[in-house]
Every structure is written in structure tokens, then in C-alpha cells.
């Protein structure tokens, strides 16, 4: 531990006296000072035992000692040490009453004792504490790098909450708890999600300290990693702010976990790798390969259900304005992924993000919350705040890779189209086919199909369009389209042939029949011309 003026008193060769402050002697002494103005507060820090022989001062002057005292204290000395035999052969009264007042310690150094032995020893004490506290961090270092090397993280977590006398928390890059030293700290950790989030956000590296909240621990929290966005994070939480050696054995606990991440993200690279390979051979049809490949690694992901997820970005977004969404969609697969114990494959593909995950499992849980979350955000802006466009196949088998892939990119296509996030397969065939002829496509389409009727019907020569639209929702029988029309069905014949005739086509053609339907659908306009 650092000097206290104890610990001076108590040196053999010193030889001080205590005339006042008996009661605050355990007081850390950070430096031992030698000023003879007659104010010396600017000149301080806080800490110091100032000394002093009263040259400029008139000692036996209560008043001018209460005040000279005071601001001693104010300032944050924690001790006086009056020589005698030199302006004062005895320390005055009027000094010690003020230092008994302010109850701050006063020292008498006798005259054999030089102001310079006082710093020396100060000065050795501190050394010796600073040498203690660097012995004792690296005896910390090397059961922390050992732990770490046979427990993993979870055991450098619990040698570093005992180096501290507290308790330690290791965070995803989802800011999720990954594990906690000891158990009982889970709920605590837990509680730190917000703020971990916003740790997350600031370069790496970074740190902010939290607490101590309602007499609850006070916690540090540290960032890992190397790279602009923070990989993890480190919450550390003890009764009180931290010591040298207890800051030493932090650092190497921040130093071998970012060793960690960095080398788990070189792993994670080349699983992305291992995966893109065993995706090429999923979509080329050649599951058994794929399976050989993937090993251990996706093994298990495909001897079930799967679904593929293929995820755009809608928006070009900077990646110094904000990050890249795909790249938070992928974390969030991953972390819950990580989470449930699932297998994933995740291949990031140009301007795409693949990923294969278990049916019903943890990853397309996520995918689902994390584009829930975003057509939130979307909506009380009232715009295409949209980052992320995500299509999901139904549910498949490995053999089936490639086709599940075409489903997704169908999804992918419609949830564009409608202005969506995500749209899953299941939602299109459970859904009507008329919602994707709202396409600007499609409209162009039956708008140049069907402007012939309708500049006939302008002149007033005939209805061709009701017309055709009856006799198409009657399956072309002439009897019950005529009766609906309220004409006579060679009225109704007529008109069909003035149709084919204008048109150039022929209504006896099936597709010509269900072009003809789809484009009355899709201008939704049955007595004005579209457009």
C-alpha cells in the first residue's frame, strides 16, 4: 500500500511527533512538498504533507493560523510538518489549535531530521508500493494468460474476479452476455445491456465507467477489439475504484481477450470461407460434396430443415455514416445462433448475405426481430427508411438448395416491390397473386393492351370494356354475360367481335383470354381510361 503519515511516524529514523490529527494518520500520503509562502494552495494537488519552518508565516498568530490552516485542508493537504529549532524552537500553540480544529495531523520534525529525509522516504515508500503493485500485476498476468490457455474465457473471467475482489462479465458483439465470474453476477451484467450498447458505437478502444448506482458495485467497461467497431466487451464491477495491481490485472485480462477475438475472427473468416464453398455446392446440386466439406462445422445444419435467407441492402450506405446493415443482420443471426447452440452458415456474397439456418431455430428468430425492429423504426418517419431487404425460402432439405434459393429471391423480390423488409415463400402462395400487379410494370402493360377499348368507348360507339370485363368473369357463357349487361347476347357477340378486331386478337386464344383479365385488373378501372 502506499505511505500514510502512520507509516512515518512509525519510521525509526524520523523521528516525528504527533501534536494534532492523531485520528487521521492512516491518511495515503502521495508526496511530501517543501513550500515557506504564505500561500501555498495554488501550488498543490492534493495529497501532499506539506513542510514548512514558518519562515513568512507568524506562527503565533491564532487568526492568521486558522486561516492559513483551513485552506491547507480545503486544498486537500493531508498533513503539516512544523520544523523546530529553527524559527520556532517549540511549535506554537496558535498553529495547533488551528490544525485541531480543521482535524488536520500535525507533524513536529525535530531539527536532526532534514525536510529532504522526509521525501526520501516518501519517495521510497512510493516506490516500493509502485514495485509491489507491478510484481503483483504481472504474477497476475501470468495466472490470468494460464487460465485463459486451459479454461477459455469463462476461467480467465473467474481468475480475474478474484484478482479484483469482484465480479466479471464478458459481452458478444450483439452486446449479449457471454459468460460471467462468478454465477451470481449474471443478473447484474444483464442489467448493463444499454449501456454496453452505447460502448459499442465508440471506436475501439474505449472504456466508461458505470455505477455505483443505489450502493450497487461500481463498473468498469472496456471494448475488444481492433478493428472501428468493437467486437466485445469487458464489464468489471467492484466495491470500489480500482488499484495498481488490480488495473494491471484488467489490462491483461482486456489484452489476452482482444487476443481472442482478433483470433476468432480470423477463424470466423475462414469458416466463412469453408461455407461459401459448401453453399457453391449446395446450389450446384451436389449435397453429398457439400456435406464432406462441411464436416463437423455445418454437419448438423444439414441433417434438418433449413431455410436460405437472402438479404439486400435497399439503401447504399456509407460505411462511415453509419455501419453496414448486413453486416448488424449477420451479427444478430450469429449471437443467437451462438446463443441456442444452433449450427448457421452465414456467406456474405457482394451486395448480398446469404445464410442457412434451422427451421424454427434461434437465427430465423432473429432475422425475423431484427426486421420487425426495422419496419419500426420505418414507420413513424412515414418513408423508405429501410435498410435491408430479406426474402426466406419455406423450409428444405439439402437437396433442395437450389431451389430454396429461387425462393428467397423471389421473397427478396416481392418484399422490394411491396415496400417490405422481409417476405417469406409461405406469405406468396398463402397470399392472392392480383397485390403483384400493382408492379409499375404490369400497369404499363394493361394500359397499352387495353387503351384501344377504351378511346372506342370515348366516342360513344359502344361499352367494349364492361363488355369484355362480363364476359371474362362469366367464362365467356354468352347467356349469363348478357343478362348481366342487360343487352341481348348478340348485342354481346358483337361487341366481342368488335374486341378481337380492334385488338387484333383472338378471345378464343386461352392466354390471350387471361392477359386480357390480368390487365382489367390491374387498372382497376372499369369506366374511365387508365391513366
Known amino acids: 500500500m502506499p505511505p500514510t503519515l ?20 492512516d491518511v495515503p500520503v502521495r508526496w511530501a512538498h517543501v513550500s515557506e509562502l504564505a500561500d501555498p494552495v495554488p501550488y498543490m494537488d492534493g495529497g501532499e504533507l506539506l513542510l514548512i519552518t514558518a519562515l513568512k508565516l507568524d506562527a503565533e498568530d491564532p487568526q492568521a493560523m486558522r486561516r492559513y490552516v483551513k485552506r491547507l485542508a480545503e486544498a486537500g ?19 495547533v489549535d488551528a490544525a485541531r480544529e480543521q482535524g488536520l495531523p500535525l507533524l513536529e520534525v525535530p531539527r536532526r531530521t532534514p525536510f529532504l529525509a522526509i521525501s526520501k522516504a516518501v519517495s521510497a515508500e512510493i516506490a516500493a508500493d509502485q514495485y509491489r503493485a507491478v510484481t503483483a500485476g504481472f504474477a497476475a498476468q501470468r495466472e490470468l494468460t494460464k487460465q485463459a490457455l486451459t479454461d477459455g474465457p469463462e476461467g480467465l473471467l473467474a481468475g480475474l474476479a478474484s484478482q479484483v475482489d469482484g465480479w466479471a462479465a464478458l459481452y458478444d458483439a450483439s452486446g449479449a452476455v457471454v459468460a460471467t465470474a462468478p454465477e451470481w453476477a449474471g443478473r ?25 448506482p443505489d450502493n450497487e458495485d461500481r463498473v468498469e467497461l472496456h471494448s475488444l477489439g481492433t478493428g ?37 475472427r480470423s477463424l470466423h473468416a475462414a469458416e466463412q470461407r469453408i461455407g461459401a464453398a459448401v453453399l457453391r455446392m449446395l446450389l450446384a446440386g ?32 456509407a460505411a462511415d455514416a453509419g455501419g453496414d446493415p448486413l453486416a448488424a443482420l449477420a451479427e444478430a443471426v450469429e449471437s443467437a445462433a451462438a446463443r441456442a447452440g444452433e449450427a448457421v452458415l452465414v456467406v456474405p456474397k457482394g451486395e ?9 431455430g434461434a437465427a430465423v428468430a432473429a432475422c425475423g426481430e431484427y426486421a420487425a425492429a426495422l419496419e419500426a423504426a420505418r414507420e413513424p418517419a412515414g418513408g423508405d427508411g429501410d435498410e435491408v431487404v430479406v426474402g426466406l425460402s419455406a423450409p428444405v432439405g439439402p437437396i433442395a438448395a437450389a431451389a430454396a434459393y429461387k425462393q428467397a429471391e423471389q421473397a427478396l423480390s416481392v418484399a422490394r416491390r411491396r415496400g417490405r423488409v422481409c417476405v417469406a415463400h409461405e406469405q406468396l402462395a398463402a397470399g392472392s397473386v392480383l397485390p403483384l400487379l400493382a408492379d409499375d410494370a404490369v ?28 364476359w371474362l368473369s362469366h367464362h365467356g357463357q354468352w347467356d349469363a354475360a348478357a343478362a348481366d349487361l342487360g343487352v341481348h347476347r348478340h348485342t354481346l357477340r358483337y361487341r366481342m367481335r368488335r374486341v378481337e378486331e380492334i385488338l387484333g386478337r383472338s378471345l378464343d386464344d386461352p392466354d390471350v383470354r387471361m392477359e386480357l383479365w390480368l390487365a382489367l385488373k390491374a387498372t382497376s378501372a372499369g369506366d374511365s381510361s387508365p391513366g
Open 77 to 95: 493537504v493531508v498533513g503539516l510538518g512544523f520544523a523546530v529549532g529553527v524559527n520556532y524552537e517549540e511549535t506554537p500553540k496558535a498553529l
Open 443 to 470: 400497369k404499363a402493360f394493361a394500359d397499352g393492351l387495353l387503351r384501344p377499348l377504351y378511346e372506342h368507348d370515348a366516342t360513344g360507339r359502344g361499352d367494349l370494356v364492361a363488355s369484355l370485363r362480363a
Open 188 to 212: 447484474r451484467a444483464a442489467r448493463l445491456t444499454a449501456d454496453v450498447e452505447r460502448l459499442r458505437e465508440r471506436p475501439a478502444p474505449a472504456s466508461s465507467v458505470v455505477g455505483p
Open 228 to 264: 472501428r467497431r468493437p467486437r466485445a466487451a469487458l464489464a468489471v464491477g467492484t466495491a470500489a475504484a480500482l488499484g495498481t495491481a488490480e488495473r494491471y490485472a484488467v489490462h491483461s485480462a482486456i489484452a489476452l481477450l482482444t487476443l481472442t477475438t482478433e483470433r476468432s
Open 6 to 25: 502512520a507509516s512515518l511516524v512509525h519510521h525509526s529514523a524520523l523521528k516525528l511527533t504527533v501534536r494534532a490529527g492523531e485520528d487521521r494518520l
Open 352 to 360: 448480398r448475405l446469404i445464410v442457412l439456418a434451422p427451421d424454427g
Open 286 to 317: 451436389e449435397p453429398d460434396h457439400a456435406r464432406a466439406v462441411a464436416g463437423h462445422l455445418y454437419g448438423g445444419l444439414l441433417d434438418a430443415p433449413f431455410r436460405m435467407i437472402v438479404a439486400e441492402t435497399a439503401t447504399r450506405v
